[in-house]
């Protein structure tokens, strides 16, 4: 099977609840393994508009897989390089966290290479 690219990208307006407090997109960010693949992350991007630090979080299966901080209004690009596989049925979803009234928009884009 040739691999073939997929893409969680988007550009969504956040409130924030707290750093610790994972929020989702509307509508959600998600990727799932087919059966019988497998798939990698291979890079993230991201941008944030807010006076401060946010994060973006990769959760796998409900569970925080990676954390991409991303600066008050900075960007951020982050090569994976094939650190892990995603085997079939993983479900992949992005969610954004902030300090407590924190405003913005992010900007998100996580390139996957699925097998």
Known sequence: MD????????????AGSGLDEYLGFDPPLTYQVPDGASAQCVYFRG?????????VVLTRNGAPMRLFPIGAKASVHIPLRITEALLTDSELELHVSAPVGVEGSVVVDLGILEM
Do not use: K, M, Y
């Open 47 to 55: 941008g944030n508009s807010a006076d401060e630090l946010v994060c």
């Open 3 to 14: 691999p073939t690219p997929r893409f969680l990208q988007a550009i969504r307006a956040f």
